[in-house]
């Protein structure tokens, strides 16, 4: 059995390991999760933790795509599950070996009360809200977004100092339902 190694005690935090505790806690309360509500969840608690505590939360970059707020490396770790619920954990790749391994578990209880407060909320809120939340106006992925005559470009990296800058993204419902018929579902910029 592979024995899970803890990550150090401050962030910033390989951010699968964000994602897998927010996964357990889900689970926990009988929650399903969308590839694309988490990312969401897991932007908005890095970009409230970063403007808390002016540390970012996890490690990485996120970029701007369609549906808001995107980290490649949960992207990847969670990609097969499109549009479905996810139902596994982020893994590693031993690059020595090519081996999948787990990732570390956070460690620090400051960090695991804060994601456990504030994840919980977040995930509760359905994904199409969660997208509206990070496109409200002033929010780092609208400003990173907005190209002349109102046309959007998707694909910029959202810098912490734009996060920082920025009106906060989260936390007032502004969107009821998918606009028209539309699938959420998150790929890369084309």
């Known amino acids: 059995m592979i024995e899970v190694s803890a990550v150090h005690d401050d962030p910033p935090y390989d951010p699968r390991s964000i994602a897998n505790h927010l996964l357990d806690i889900a689970w926990q309360y009988g929650l399903s999760v969308t590839h694309l509500s988490l990312q969401k969840v897991i932007y908005f608690l890095h970009e409230r933790y970063l403007k808390e505590n002016g540390v970012p939360l996890c490690k990485g970059h996120f970029v701007a795509w369609k549906h808001g707020p995107v980290h490649p490396q949960i992207w990847s770790a969670f990609k097969e599950a499109g549009r479905d619920p996810i139902r596994h954990h982020a893994y590693g790749l031993d690059v020595i070996t090519g081996i999948p391994s787990q990732v570390p578990n956070v460690s620090n209880k400051q960090i695991l009360l804060y994601l456990?407060?504030?994840?919980?909320?977040?995930?509760?809120?359905?994904?199409?809200?969660?997208?509206?939340?990070?496109?409200?106006?002033?929010?780092?992925?609208?400003?990173?977004?907005?190209?002349?005559?109102?046309?959007?470009?998707?694909?910029?990296?959202?810098s912490e100092e734009l996060m920082l800058k920025a009106r906060p993204s989260g936390f007032v419902d502004v969107r009821d339902s998918p606009e028209g018929n539309e699938e959420l579902y998150e790929q890369p910029p084309s």
Request: charged residues 20%; glycine residues 12%; contains cysteine.
């Open 116 to 158: 456990t407060a504030r994840g919980l909320d977040l995930l509760s809120i359905p994904a199409h809200r969660l997208v509206g939340l990070s496109h409200l106006p002033g929010s780092a992925w609208d400003q990173i977004t907005k190209r002349a005559c109102g046309q959007r470009e998707y694909g910029a990296r959202i």
